[in-house]
């Protein structure tokens, strides 16, 4: 199983991609722990990197694929993986669908869009912030990264939509519900497409 989420900060695009990856016994890979782990470790590629996610600003996409891709590829290899937060432009999308074409079973299978309104997001991400204390969880910085994902990553779902990957829920559910939900929608759309 090769899964997407795609979901704006604070929708719990983190919490459903751990579950999913239990459920279906695959890799969870979030580009924004491997960056702040890049970042932790003071690595040359942490250290281009740690402005942007401090200010909530996309990390330059030169430097997105070469951290991602070899997850990408050994899990591809071990049975499949959910991606959390790559691709996140419509240029990483479309590189990553040229790398996938070369390369078989690497591609999505299934992309799933998780909705929440903004003021939901505004509570959630403020919620964490105190009980996590991430730099790019403050109040400022928070109503950027909002902006940037309306800029940047939503308008990479008409490509994915364009190929009959996505699925839209409802976000606004509890977490078991959204884990339900996603679950049924996913099976049945690898049902329709086998
Ligand atoms: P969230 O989805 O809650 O905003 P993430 O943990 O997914 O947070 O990402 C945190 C930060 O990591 C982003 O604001 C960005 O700076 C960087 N980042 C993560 N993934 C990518 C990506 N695919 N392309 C560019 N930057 C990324």
Known sequence: ????????????????????????????????????????AGSDIGRQAAGYLERGDLVPDRLVLDVLAPHV??????????????????????????????????ELQAVVHLEVGRDELRRRLL?????????DDTESVIGHRLDVYERETAPMLEFY???????????????????????????ALRAGLS
């Open 161 to 187: 939509a364009a190929r009959g990957l996505v699925v839209d829920m409802d976000g606004e559910q509890t977490v078991e519900e959204v884990f339900q939900a996603i679950v049924g929608a996913v099976d």
């Open 127 to 135: 919620a964490r912030a105190r009980a996590d204390g991430r730099v």
């Open 1 to 40: 199983m090769r899964l997407l989420m795609v979901a704006p900060p604070g929708a719990g695009k983190g919490t459903q991609a751990t579950r999913l990856a239990r459920h279906y016994s695959i890799a969870h890979l979030s580009s924004g722990d491997l960056f702040r782990r890049e970042v932790a």
């Open 73 to 106: 590829l050994a899990a591809a290899a071990e049975g499949g993986y959910v991606l959390d937060g790559y691709p996140r432009t419509l240029a990483q999308a479309q590189e990553a669908y040229e790398v996938a074409g070369r390369i078989s079973g690497v």
